[in-house]
């Protein structure tokens, strides 16, 4: 297997391209795309002809990328999560990107979510005292609890919650998010991720973590040094909610079309952190394109 891979994540709200050194662990180059493919998934259960057009030219955006780099479309890995899992024009919009493009989609299971998370924020991260933590990735249709073990890799414990940036931004509009979330906690058992470190990941806790550090650009140092607790997380959270979409632009260039979600990605994540009484917060530009990448296949039973 060749030593400079590429690996493409197509989320709910964005689709993301990782090319790296998969041995010196050299990130070569990252592009997200907001796509948004999983706009108004929960009220009309497809896929929209708008964000397969976005998702489409993204991803023939990424295989030219790739091909500078000798990279074919056939070998990049590419994974499809949770929005992919529910719309019902899902394999339709795939066949039609192999078909096209040569790139084959492999959806996987809320499991091969979290394990290749897990494991791509494990390898990535430099030493850490901590033995354990717990990782949040706040997706634009769901979120990934998981509880590792640092000192030697393993997940103790998982769960996704179909809650999520876009999915949490549609329900505010539409007035029904305290009866949605309760709905979607009401039988999870929050226990195992209780009072441990919380390591934020994915695009919307990543843009939050720029937000807080009162960044101009996108600054993958900024993101992975920050450090806050909950309070400090909640205070913040009051200042962006008493700004308007466009002074949140104004004041946070790299915001993009993740503004019109990124209230809602931050209110999702403040009643995850809520229900598992956290406390001190890490931020990583590192997950799940990582993972799927330095594995360097999708394990078979993590495909729906």
Not at 26 to 47: A, P
Not at 65 to 81: L, P, Q, R
Not at 276 to 290: E, K, P
Request: proline content about 1%; aromatic content about 8%.
């Amino acid at each position: 297997m060749k030593e400079v891979r590429a690996s493409i994540d197509i989320g709910s709200n964005s689709t993301l391209l990782l090319i790296m050194n998969s041995n010196t662990r050299e990130i070569l180059e990252e592009h997200s795309t907001i796509t948004s493919l999983g706009k108004d998934l929960d009220k009309n259960g497809i896929f929209l002809d708008t964000t397969m057009e976005s998702t489409y030219n993204a991803l023939k955006s990424y295989c030219e990328i790739c091909n500078k780099y000798k990279i074919e479309a056939t070998e990049i890995i590419a994974t499809a999560t949770e929005a992919s899992r529910v719309a019902t024009n899902a394999s339709i919009f795939f066949t039609k990107v192999k078909k096209e493009l040569g790139l084959t989609i492999q959806i996987i299971t809320g499991a091969g979510e979290a394990y290749y998370t897990a494991f791509g924020i494990a390898e990535m991260l430099q030493s850490s005292s901590d033995k354990s933590a717990v990782i949040m990735d706040v997706g634009g249709a769901s979120t990934e609890l998981i509880s590792i073990s640092l000192d030697n890799f393993e997940i103790k414990e998982s769960v996704s919650l179909p809650v999520g940036s876009v999915r949490t931004t549609d329900w505010i509009n539409e007035g029904i998010a305290d009866n949605k979330f309760s709905d979607a906690f009401k039988s999870i058992d929050f226990s195992a991720y209780k009072n441990q470190k919380v390591i934020c990941v994915a695009g919307t806790m990543t843009t939050l973590a720029l937000m807080m550090a009162n960044s101009k650009n996108f600054d993958r140092d900024s993101i992975n040094t920050l450090k806050k607790t909950f309070s400090e997380y909640v205070s913040f959270l009051k200042d962006i909610h008493s700004l308007s979409i466009e002074e949140l632009e104004r004041n946070n260039p790299f915001l993009g079309k993740r503004a019109f979600s990124i209230k809602g990605g931050a209110s999702c994540a403040k009643r995850v952190l809520e229900s598992i009484d956290a406390t001190d917060l890490v931020f990583s530009t590192y997950g799940l394109r990582y993972g799927t990448l330095l594995s360097g296949a999708i394990d078979e039973t993590y495909l729906v």
